[in-house]
């Protein structure tokens, strides 16, 4: 694990971290329910996720067994053991919240046509099949 990544959903942040062995994006959950829950209070986040693990649990939901532990820096600074979860682990977990920022949330963390890296992923396929492309000059400012 060596690649720590933060990315932001309506100013929330959703940590992640790389996993070279697996070559995959571990996610922080509790990040993810506190986007979900529209929550900032970390002790509510974390008791909500507790409740919803216990819950899934008892359901023998695959999500709580495709669980991790990774360390994670908290904002005291220090290391943290916390519960991480992969691109699918995710979707999963974001389908148990019915709601629209549930949906919303699911559209920005999968790269919908919506999105900005869906509308820039459009924006630079255009570009590319046009002959403007041979007109840039690769590399600099003036290209960018």
């Known amino acids: 694990m060596?690649?720590?990544?933060?990315?932001?959903?309506?100013?929330?942040?959703v940590r992640a971290i790389?996993?070279?062995?697996?070559n995959k994006w571990?996610?922080?959950?509790?990040?993810?329910?506190?986007?979900?829950?529209?929550?900032?209070?970390?002790n509510k986040t974390r008791n909500y996720w507790k409740y919803l693990k216990s819950k899934l649990k008892?359901?023998?939901?695959?999500?709580?067994?495709?669980?991790?532990?990774?360390?994670?820096v908290a904002k005291d600074g220090k290391r943290y053991l916390s519960d991480m979860l992969d691109y699918n682990g995710i979707i999963a977990l974001a389908?148990?919240?019915?709601s629209k920022q549930a949906s919303r949330f699911i559209d920005w963390f999968?790269?919908?046509?919506?999105?900005?890296?869906?509308k820039s992923k459009h924006k630079a396929y255009a570009l590319f099949e046009s002959s403007l492309?041979?007109?840039?000059?690769?590399?600099?400012?003036?290209?960018?």
């Open 26 to 42: 571990w996610f922080s959950v509790l990040d993810i329910v506190a986007v979900l829950t529209n929550q900032d209070n970390y």
């Open 18 to 22: 790389w996993d070279e062995e697996y």
């Open 133 to 144: 492309i041979d007109n840039i000059e690769i590399g600099s400012v003036k290209g960018l």
């Open 2 to 13: 060596s690649k720590i990544s933060i990315r932001f959903f309506n100013d929330r942040e």
């Open 110 to 118: 999968t790269y919908s046509d919506e999105t900005i890296d869906g």
């Open 58 to 72: 008892k359901e023998n939901s695959e999500l709580v067994s495709a669980t991790t532990q990774l360390k994670l």
């Open 95 to 98: 389908r148990q919240f019915p």
